[in-house]
């Protein structure tokens, strides 16, 4: 049975794209296993676009590049679950993949059929080259339908980049996850506008049906297929995944884990991050406060009306977790510090309740102690502050 919480594993396109074989997807199998992404909860192995021939065989069989992939997905697959891990590929609801390959669109039940018998359990399904007089809903639940069919279950990562507002009906028709924008790309712009466009879509994401807001791209450095802008800092990566964790929805390494450096090893692997993330009540954050500031004269050039001159940089959140627990999270979207401040009011919380909120640093793991009214914490630029709490007297 599919599990009731965000989807967790790695996925080959961000950093490889095109550049993907089987060494490779043994190798990334063993470093998951031996650096403790498996034991930290990331289960699916998932290889994306560009895995088959370019054309299919005469029985209408996608066929793997036996350049690439020369003992066979079944082998592969075989290999990731013999590390104990899930495998997970790729097809495409249009006439063509992303890249140009041979896709799903009226083979939807002859595709699923042979993705089982490969033993693959996860199916990350594109828009690609979508015709247009036809359904996408339709389409989408087809493959649903192609996928129970045949038995095995299999995770559908729906990935119709939020087309006919997907987070409407994906549950409806049967997706265990769906992306909800278009495509990441490695820098702060991309993935701090991918977050913001969908917190009034996080609360109909839950269990067993997840918003999913796109690969991550922490540790990546610029290193790979989604290079576009300015590289992030580590603090950017530290906003991106206590984000993705923050909102609750699947985390899908796009790194190269194989050449991590120990600092976003361990940014990946922080179990309190996690746990806020695979909580089990599926809670969407909630936002507390945001301050709105003028933007400075030299930003402002394009600005077409006086309005455009104000923006919000300074947002809290707060999250509801089992267990009588909660995260409030602090961000910082300026490029300098700044102090950010949380009226715990706001949070449902006023001081004549008597009550504050016991808070402990989730990166540091430092005991705070009772705070009560509010809390106000310095956040470096582009860079985030977040801490468990509990209420208290």
């Known amino acids: ?145 192609a996928l129970k069919a045949t038995g095995r279950d299999i995770c559908f990562a729906a990935c119709n980049w939020g087309h006919h507002d997907a987070w409407n009906w994906m549950r409806s028709i049967g997706a265990h996850m769906y992306r909800s924008t278009g495509d990441i790309f490695d820098n702060f712009r991309s993935f701090m506008g991918i977050f913001q466009s969908q917190l009034e879509h996080l609360s109909q994401s839950g ?58 090893r361990k940014l990946l692997l922080n179990r309190q991050l996690i746990r806020i993330d695979q909580d089990a009540e599926c809670r969407p954050p909630y936002l507390v406060g945001k301050r709105s500031v003028m933007v400075p004269e030299e930003d402002r050039e ?30 910082n979207l300026f490029e300098e510090e700044r102090e950010v401040s949380c009226i715990f009011a706001d949070a449902g919380v006023p001081y004549t309740s008597g009550y504050g909120f016991a808070m402990k640093d989730i990166f540091t793991g430092k005991d705070l102690g009772v705070k009560k009214d509010y809390y106000i914490v310095s956040v470096p630029g582009h860079d985030c502050r977040l801490f468990l709490c509990r209420l208290a007297k």
């Open 207 to 264: 269990p067993y049906c997840f918003n999913d807001m796109d690969m991550l791209t922490v540790g990546m450095y610029n290193q790979g297929n989604v290079a576009i802008g300015k590289p992030c800092t580590d603090g950017e990566y530290r906003m991106q995944f206590s984000l993705w964790c923050l909102a609750g929805v699947p985390l899908m390494i796009g790194a190269d884990i194989r050449n991590l450096n120990a600092q976003m």
């Open 1 to 145: 049975m599919i599990a009731a919480k965000p989807p967790m594993g790695w996925n080959s396109w961000n950093t490889f794209g095109k550049d993907i074989d089987q060494d490779l997807i043994f190798q990334i199998a063993d470093v998951m296993v031996k650096e403790g992404y498996r034991e930290a909860g990331y289960e699916y192995l998932v290889i994306d676009d560009c895995w088959s021939l370019k054309e299919r065989d005469a029985e209408g069989n996608l066929v793997p590049d036996p350049a690439k992939f020369p003992q066979g997905m079944k082998a592969v697959a075989d290999y990731v679950h013999n590390a104990g891990l899930k495998f997970g590929m790729y097809s495409c609801a249009g006439i063509r993949t992303c890249a140009g390959y041979p896709s799903s669109y009226d083979h939807e039940f002859q595709d699923a059929k042979l993705f089982a018998q490969w033993g693959i359990d996860y199916l990350k399904y594109d828009y690609c080259n979508f015709p247009d007089n036809a359904d996408g809903i339709n389409r989408y639940h087809i493959m649903s339908m």
């Open 302 to 331: 394009n600005a077409v009306e006086p309005l455009r001159a104000v923006k919000d940089q300074l947002f809290t959140f707060i999250k509801h977790l089992s267990d009588h627990e909660f995260v409030i999270a602090y961000y």
